[in-house]
């Protein structure tokens, strides 16, 4: 069994005692070769539970709060996602967001699964928001299919001002890759790129059912905040 393999049978017991997870659609999954996630973003727990429901190991690009390790459970959390070791984390000052997607791109490249929040940011209130169109780009350069993800109930865990945990159930479904054909080879036009990202965002609304906003979450967050 490889590290991975055997991290996953340690973590994934204890995460299924404590959030329960029905996971449907994983067969949706290519087998091999390179894959694009894309899914909803509720909760920072949301790596940790489509690493888990994923077949394959998936890659991300973290932000640093996901290893923030000011509570208990915050620090399991970050210490489950270095088990599975599906995490690369970017702490470099300065660089650019060209530079992170390269980076993704390198990892898409090399066959391996990469899993993306295209929202950018955690939803506010539970919508799902305008997704940004680094998702197309990185699609329509690479050619990877793009798997649609919805991810349940992660944003009753802890959501902001919460202090204890809820131990609610889990849901993490994958939807059939998302046809991008009409796109092809016009990953350098910002018109097939947002018209891409918005096919990619209703596939994903359609697993969820969430209600789409033409907005930017982290838009919206910041105008919450100044309030």
Same mark, same amino acid.
């Given at each position: 069994?490889?590290?991975?393999?055997?991290?996953?049978?340690?973590?994934?017991?204890?995460?299924?005692?404590?959030?329960?997870?029905?996971?449907?659609?994983?067969?949706?999954?290519?087998?091999?070769?390179?894959?694009?996630?894309?899914?909803?973003?509720?909760?920072?727990?949301?790596?940790?539970?489509?690493?888990?429901?994923?077949?394959?190991?998936?890659? $991300?690009?973290?932000?640093?709060?996901? *290893?923030?390790?000011?509570?208990? #459970?915050?620090?399991?959390?970050?210490? %489950?996602? /270095? &088990?599975?070791?599906?995490?690369?984390?970017?702490?470099?000052?300065?660089?650019?967001?060209?530079?992170?997607?390269?980076?993704?791109?390198?990892?898409?490249?090399?066959?391996?699964?990469?899993?993306?929040?295209?929202?950018?940011?955690?939803?506010?209130?539970?919508?799902?928001?305008?997704?940004?169109?680094?998702?197309?780009?990185?699609?329509?350069?690479?050619?990877?299919?793009?798997?649609?993800?919805?991810?349940?109930?992660?944003?009753?865990?802890?959501?902001?001002?919460?202090?204890?945990?809820? $131990?609610?159930?889990?849901?993490?479904? *994958?939807?059939?890759?998302?046809? #991008?054909?009409?796109?092809?080879?016009? %990953?350098? /036009? &910002?018109?097939?790129?947002?018209?891409?990202?918005?096919?990619?965002?209703?596939?994903?609304?359609?697993?969820?059912?969430?209600?789409?906003?033409?907005?930017?979450?982290?838009?919206?967050?910041?105008?919450?905040?100044?309030?």
């Amino acid at each position: 069994m490889s590290p991975y393999g055997a991290a996953k049978a340690v973590v994934a017991p204890v995460t299924r005692v404590m959030w329960p997870q029905k996971v449907e659609g994983a067969h949706l999954v290519p087998e091999d070769g390179p894959v694009i996630l894309a899914a909803n973003h509720l909760s920072n727990f949301d790596p940790l539970f489509l690493g888990l429901a994923c077949p394959r190991q998936v890659r $991300f690009i973290a932000k640093k709060e996901l *290893f923030d390790e000011s509570t208990f #459970l915050r620090r399991l959390l970050s210490r %489950a996602l /270095r &088990a599975l070791g599906p995490v690369s984390v970017d702490r470099r000052p300065g660089q650019s967001s060209q530079e992170a997607m390269n980076n993704s791109v390198e990892v898409i490249k090399g066959g391996e699964v990469f899993g993306i929040f295209p929202e950018g940011s955690r939803s506010p209130d539970g919508r799902l928001y305008k997704g940004q169109t680094g998702l197309a780009w990185l699609a329509l350069s690479t050619g990877a299919p793009v798997v649609p993800v919805a991810l349940t109930g992660t944003g009753h865990i802890l959501p902001p001002g919460r202090r204890l945990p809820s $131990f609610n159930r889990v849901g993490v479904r *994958f939807g059939a890759p998302v046809d #991008l054909s009409p796109w092809e080879g016009q %990953a350098d /036009r &910002a018109k097939a790129r947002r018209e891409s990202t918005d096919a990619i965002m209703g596939a994903i609304a359609k697993l969820s059912g969430q209600e789409r906003i033409s907005r930017y979450a982290a838009s919206v967050k910041a105008e919450l905040e100044q309030q």
